[in-house]
Structure formats: C-alpha cells, structure tokens
C-alpha cells in the first residue's frame, strides 16, 4: 500500500480540525500545542498508516500541510 508523510507549518495553523475530518484513516489530531498565534495546532502522532492520499492538504484553508508519498 502507498505511504505517505505529513508535514506541518505550525506557525500558519489556525486549528480549525478541518484536516482531522479530512483523514479516513483518522491520524491527524489537535496536539494541544500552541503556535505564535495562539492557536491549538493539528499534528500527527506517527505517519504509520498514512496512505499519502494528501486530502488533509487539499482541505487545509491555511495552506499548513505538504504531503510527501514514500
Ligand atoms: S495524506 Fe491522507 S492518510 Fe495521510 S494524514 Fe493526510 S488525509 Fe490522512
Ligand atoms: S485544516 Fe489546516 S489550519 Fe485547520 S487545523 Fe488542519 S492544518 Fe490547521
């Protein structure tokens, strides 16, 4: 199966939580951190199980996620 790596600019996230409803395979969640904005930036616990379908990118309105297929 196709994998797939997800990177973050944390300093554009506004934590909107639309990448998490993007992912079907549900890897993406609010990490609690804070960015220089002050908001609850999204990340990733592990790529494990991404499929690089890059739907998280394509819904990110603040351009914060670039997806990298292995
Ligand atoms: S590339 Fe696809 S599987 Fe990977 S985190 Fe984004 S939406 Fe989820
Ligand atoms: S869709 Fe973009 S701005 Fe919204 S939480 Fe996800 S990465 Fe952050």
């Known amino acids: 199966m196709a994998k797939g790596k997800v990177l973050f600019r944390e300093d554009r996230c506004k934590g ?11 890897m993406i969640e609010l990490s609690g951190r804070l960015n220089n904005q002050g908001y609850n930036v999204a990340h990733v616990q592990t790529s494990d199980g991404c499929t690089g379908c890059a739907m998280c990118a394509e819904m990110c309105p603040d351009v914060v996620i670039e997806v990298f297929k292995e």
């Open 16 to 26: 909107c939580g639309l990448c998490i409803l993007a992912c079907s395979k549900k």
